[in-house]
């Protein structure tokens, strides 16, 4: 496939219009500021597309086949991605509230900067899987795996955590109040610049081996009950 892309810009595009393209495309498409609102866009073939302030609310990427995708300011509201390949994709500065990642394959895919308040990512395989400056306030997030990683300005409040493994986990900034710890381990974890919020004894024992700082510590004793003196 050749190196220059097909730009489509400023188009509201039909499954039937965007199968077209597809099968006639001889090099990687760009699409610009089009529409796909609520389109029904399952098992499409859509590999090495780029997409910039695209809007996709409401739309069905379920089973579709998106390695190697780029996302650029798109807004994608309550958008299906269950089942769906996303191998090695990168979304960065995209609207992706409400948006369902049911047992989709999430290897290597990157998200920066993005809103993903209220997502769930259910049985999603995520080896590889990396977040940056982003909300994932209200998400789904059980059982992901984010040990050794750099954890860069994430906002965790609310989410569902359970069973996921922080281990040797870096933390900078972000927000792991109200979070479910149930399971979630912390082994090693550097948690010195995350907000940690009002715990209970069971959330406290989920960071047993983590390095909190002396601040910290200090609001934990007080959230139950204990006077520092």
């Not at 895919?109 to 990396?130: I, M, Y």
């Not at 986990?169 to 792991?176: D, I, T, V």
């Amino acid at each position: 496939m050749s190196s220059a892309p097909q730009a489509i810009t400023d188009q509201t595009l039909s499954r039937e219009e965007l199968e077209a393209l597809l099968a006639g495309r001889t090099t990687a498409l760009t699409f610009e500021g089009c529409a796909f609102d609520d389109a029904d866009l399952s098992r499409l073939d859509l590999r090495d597309c780029l997409f910039i302030r695209c809007t996709a609310a409401g739309a069905s990427f379920a089973r579709a086949q998106l390695g190697d995708t780029r996302w650029r300011s798109c807004r994608m509201g309550r958008a299906d991605f269950g089942l769906a390949d996303l191998t090695d994709s990168q979304f960065h500065a995209c609207d992706l509230n409400n948006t369902n990642w049911n047992r989709a394959l999430l290897a290597a895919a990157s998200f920066d900067g993005v809103k993903l308040t209220g997502a769930t990512f259910s049985d999603a395989r995520t080896l590889g899987l990396a977040f940056k400056d982003s909300l994932l306030v209200g998400a789904d997030l059980r059982g992901v795996g984010f040990r050794k990683q750099r954890l860069v300005g994430i906002d965790f409040s609310s989410a569902d955590l359970a069973g996921c493994d922080f281990r040797e986990a870096l933390f900078e900034g972000g927000s792991l109040a109200e979070a479910n710890l149930r399971q979630a381990r912390f082994d090693g974890a550097d948690l010195r610049q995350v907000t940690l919020g009002t715990l209970t004894v069971d959330q406290v024992a989920s960071f047993k081996r983590a390095t909190i700082s002396h601040e910290q510590a200090a609001m934990l004793a007080v959230s139950m009950g204990m006077l520092v003196a």
